[in-house]
C-alpha cells in the first residue's frame, strides 16, 4: 500500500488470480472496504 501527501492511498492485490490496484481517498475508506469489520489490518512494511 502506498500514500501521497494529500492521504489518498493505493492498494495493490497481487496473490490472487485478479490483479488489481485500487486507488482511495483515505486510509480509513480503504479499511472501510477491506477491514471485514476489524478482522482485517493495515500492516505497514516502510515504518516511514
Known amino acids: 500500500m ?6 489518498a492511498v493505493a492498494l495493490r492485490l497481487r496473490p490472487s488470480t485478479v490483479k488489481s490496484l485500487v486507488v482511495y481517498n ?4 480503504c479499511e ?17
Open 26 to 29: 483515505s486510509i480509513a475508506d
Open 32 to 48: 472501510h472496504i477491506h477491514g471485514h469489520g476489524g478482522r482485517t489490518t493495515v500492516r505497514w512494511l516502510d515504518p516511514q
Open 2 to 7: 502506498n500514500h501521497t501527501t494529500d492521504g
